[in-house]
């Protein structure tokens, strides 16, 4: 019987860090699986609820390995669990003993096991990821697809804060053009690879390493705008200067200099009739961050502003099975600070506002 020790230096000495894999095939089978995942199974369109389904998020952390390191809050990243032998070993040993996760005999566990106890070892917080299928969905519902029968061609949409690449996928998954805006430089690198290997070669992807707000869209240009935008200084993407935590410190100041502008940005781009979604939700760090999305889309000159819900993974009861890789990095909020906005009553569930306004 192997102790968490040994199970530790066998990693450290052999396997290395467990990161996605980078091979072709790999990746082609996981996009297969984004590609024909049947989407409707998700959308509850009565009570404007995007559901859970992971298809085609560990392809696009797969071209992100830096996001292992990035800090959420005052939380531990992965990469610092790794990096620290104790609290690798009792992690470890919480998979040797089923405590939390699925035991696993010392040589069975493997690299998603120790991805999902890296990713969810107490204490710590892993960078969110936008699921590709959720943003895939909001692209059939508000942007025109090419369609010789109805006489449309593909929509164009702006995701003002790319991230680590859930709505690029989502985009070509769904077959619609994007333009993207971010300012970190490995995660450009990352999203610069998915476009290379992945994008459709009659689709355009414009990628633009810039912040949102500095971002001014030609008018009347965009069918459809979605993001989810930064938190505030909660999740620190990179270092670089343009980064809206780095040149906005103060909540009012990245409000009005940051979320607002973009927003702003958003409403020139959009051609009139067409549609803005924010996915946000209130944080410790910034506890009002549902409430200023919804007024600077008032502000803006947004209309009819409606709300729809994003389903959540949630982390209820202690057996988790690790086999739902990926779905744990969607936590960015135990619904504590609930504001204005009162989610869908239904156990088990939590739920982040997308907001929808029509220009």
Excluded at 80 to 109: C, P, S
């Amino acid at each position: 019987m192997s102790n968490a020790k040994e199970v530790v230096r066998d990693w450290k000495d052999n396997k290395g860090f467990p990161h996605y894999p980078k091979d072709r095939k790999w990746r082609d089978k996981e996009f297969q699986n984004l590609v024909s995942f049947q989407r409707d199974t998700i959308l509850d369109t009565p009570n404007k609820i995007i559901g859970q389904s992971t298809h085609g998020l560990s392809i696009a952390w797969s071209y992100m390995p830096h996001a292992w390191s990035i800090k959420c809050g005052k939380m531990k990243t992965p990469m610092e669990i790794w990096e620290d032998e104790e609290h690798l070993e009792k992690g470890i040993n919480k998979i040797l003993t089923g405590t939390f996760f699925t035991k696993r005999e010392a040589h069975k566990i493997t690299e998603s096991d120790m991805r999902a106890m890296l990713r969810r070892y107490s204490g710590t917080q892993m960078v969110s990821n936008f699921r590709p299928t959720a943003a895939a969905t909001m692209y059939d519902i508000f942007v025109d697809k090419d369609s010789p029968l109805e006489g449309t061609e593909a929509g164009t949409v702006w995701d003002p804060s790319m991230g680590y690449g859930g709505r690029l996928m989502g985009a070509i998954a769904a077959g619609v053009n994007y333009i993207g805006t971010d300012p970190c430089i490995p995660t450009f690198e990352g999203l610069k690879k998915i476009r290379t290997d992945y994008g459709h070669t009659h689709k355009t992807y414009t990628l633009l390493r810039q912040g949102s707000e500095t971002y001014i869209p030609e008018e009347n240009s965009l069918d459809f705008v979605f993001t989810s935008p930064p938190y505030l200084g909660h999740e620190q993407y990179g270092d670089e200067p343009e980064q809206s935590y780095n040149k906005f410190q103060i909540q009012d100041e990245w409000r009005n200099g940051f979320l607002l502008k973009t927003i702003q940005n958003a409403y020139r781009g959009l051609k009139p009739g067409k549609y803005a979604g924010f996915n946000v939700a209130n944080v410790k760090s910034y506890k009002t961050f549902e409430e200023d999305t919804y007024d600077c889309m008032v502000e803006a000159g947004f209309k009819d502003i409606q709300v729809w819900w994003l389903s959540l993974s949630t982390q209820q009861g202690t057996k988790i099975q690790s086999t739902l890789e990926g779905t744990e990095t969607e936590k960015k909020q135990s619904n504590n600070y609930i504001g204005r906005f009162a989610r869908p009553d239904i156990a088990g569930r939590k739920y982040e506002p997308i907001f929808i306004g029509i220009k």
